[in-house]
Nanobody, 124 residues
């Protein structure tokens, strides 16, 4: 059974940093892609970043490129999203999601398994 649990959210001042974690179970990260998504109140869900477990290839949306870094520790079955230089517009509930793939570009996937989300608030 695929399970994903996000943690690491919280309140941070503009310019600050947070590291989100996505603890996974029930599958082998090497055969999956993990995506990070976010949804702010009144806005559509947005794909932020993803990583393909087979080779570590990554994708970032333009809104976070250069500020966020996705990484995977397959031994710990955990995927991280390091968020630096945070802005108020980064405020949202952040979700991680999983989808099996070996070769597909993770940005093109429709993710089928989702975590419960973690709140990130960037405010002074």
């Amino acid at each position: 059974q695929v399970q994903l649990v996000e943690s690491g959210g919280g309140l941070v001042q503009p310019g600050g940093s947070l590291r989100l974690s996505c603890a996974t179970s029930g599958f082998n990260l090497e055969y999956y892609a993990i995506g990070w998504f976010r949804q702010a109140p009144g806005k559509e869900r947005e794909g932020v970043s993803c990583i393909r477990g087979s080779d570590g290839s990554t994708y970032y949306s333009d809104s976070v490129k250069g500020r966020f870094t996705i990484s995977s520790d397959n031994a710990k079955n955990t995927v991280y999203l390091q968020m630096n230089s945070l802005k108020p517009e980064d405020t949202a509930v952040y979700y991680c999601a999983a989808e099996p793939t070996i070769a597909a570009m993770c940005a093109t996937l429709r993710f089928g398994s989702w975590g419960q989300g973690t709140q990130v608030t960037v405010s002074s």
